[in-house]
């Protein structure tokens, strides 16, 4: 019987990785009205994004440069959606 298994979707860039990487943690999230990512501001998370980073990285980048994609990432989202009106 030939069964076959999930597979997940390639990343195809370092930044796409680092996404989904912080994603997966809980540390950004999209607007549900635009899409756009956004920082949740919990330094949980992104302590976890980190150690993900560190241990579970791409093979042709070593760890250090794979926590700076995280942090680069990380600063370059607000914590609002550029398209939502202020509260």
Request: charged share 30%; with cysteine; aromatic share 2%.
């Given at each position: 019987?030939?069964?076959?298994?999930?597979?997940?979707?390639?990343?195809?860039?370092?930044?796409?990785?680092?996404i989904?990487?912080l994603?997966?943690?809980?540390?950004?999230?999209?607007c549900?009205?635009?899409?756009?990512?956004?920082?949740?501001?919990?330094?949980?998370?992104?302590?976890?994004?980190?150690?993900?980073?560190?241990?579970?990285?791409?093979?042709?980048?070593?760890?250090?440069?794979?926590?700076a994609?995280?942090?680069?990432?990380?600063?370059?989202?607000g914590?609002?959606c550029?398209?939502?009106?202020p509260?």
């Open positions: 019987m030939l069964t076959t298994t999930e597979r997940r979707a390639g990343i195809r860039s370092l930044r796409g990785w680092a989904h990487v994603q997966e943690a809980g540390a950004i999230h999209e549900e009205e635009h899409g756009w990512a956004r920082d949740r501001t919990d330094p949980h998370a992104r302590h976890r994004a980190v150690e993900i980073a560190r241990q579970d990285h791409p093979d042709d980048i070593t760890a250090n440069e794979a926590v994609e995280i942090l680069d990432v990380l600063g370059s989202l914590d609002t550029p398209e939502c009106p509260e």
